[in-house]
T-cell receptor, first 109, second 115 residues
Framework: GQNIDQPTEMTATEGAIVQINCTYQ??????LFWYQQHAGEAPTFLSY??LDGLEEKGRFSSFLSRSKGYSYLLLKELQMKDSASYLC??????????WGAGTKLIIKP | ETGVTQTPRHLVMGMTNKKSLKCEQH?????MYWYKQSAKKPLELMFV???????ENNSVPSRFSPECPNSSHLFLHLHTLQPEDSALYLC??????????????FGPGTRLTVL
């Protein structure tokens, strides 16, 4: 079957760095997405990786290793507004998104 | 603001009621999606419309009935729901998924409570 695993909850301190991991097993691979979802709001697109390596976008970076079925989202210089859920999703061979359950990130002052 | 709007934002209904959820996208996309989001569970894809034709129906109970009158609007008609249907219902849009990789853009969702 298809499966996406990510931690349920993480806690970090304002100003610090946090890495949210995602591992996947899917039928085919057409890229991996990260979304941010604040409570009661829409998931918003953060990043897309289809090739191995690190993609940097401001304070957020996303890494992919296709051979290991692994990705992480790295958040630097954490701010209180980064408190949210982070959703990992893989696009399979049918171009359908397979979703993880999300990681709730709590930022403490 | 993602360019996808949903109404109502909150809905409480009894098991015998009939109601409809509405989604509208202003992004010029030609594919629209309904997802169900329950606490601590992955998003569940319910329906996909591409170019106003339904292309995906993931074994969703018939008490959920989608309608896509044009590429900008999507409805989810609800009738005789069960308490376990209480969840956040998210609408999303994208370019035609048959065209390859596409990014989905989401609305804020309708929080549905079935009593």
């Amino acid at each position: 079957g298809q499966n996406i695993d990510q931690p349920t909850e993480m806690t970090a301190t304002e100003g610090a760095i946090v890495q949210i991991n995602c591992t996947y097993q899917t039928s085919g691979f057409n890229g991996l997405f990260w979304y941010q979802q604040h409570a009661g709001e829409a998931p918003t697109f953060l990043s897309y990786n289809v090739l191995d390596g690190l993609e940097e976008k401001g304070r957020f970076s996303s890494f992919l290793s296709r051979s290991k079925g692994y990705s992480y989202l790295l958040l630097k210089e954490l701010q209180m507004k980064d408190s949210a859920s982070y959703l990992c999703a893989v696009m399979d061979s049918n171009y359908q998104l397979i979703w993880g359950a999300g990681t709730k990130l709590i930022i403490k002052p | 603001e993602t360019g996808v709007t949903q109404t109502p934002r909150h809905l409480v209904m009894g098991m015998t009621n009939k109601k409809s959820l509405k989604c509208e996208q202003h992004l010029g996309h030609n594919a629209m999606y309904w997802y169900k989001q329950s606490a601590k569970k992955p998003l569940e894809l319910m329906f996909v419309y591409s170019l106003e034709e339904r292309v995906e129906n993931n074994s969703v109970p018939s008490r959920f009935s989608p309608e896509c009158p044009n590429s900008s609007h999507l409805f989810l008609h609800l009738h005789t729901l069960q308490p376990e249907d209480s969840a956040l219902y998210l609408c999303a849009s994208s370019q035609d998924p048959a065209g390859g990789v596409n990014t989905q853009y989401f609305g804020p969702g309708t929080r549905l409570t079935v009593l």
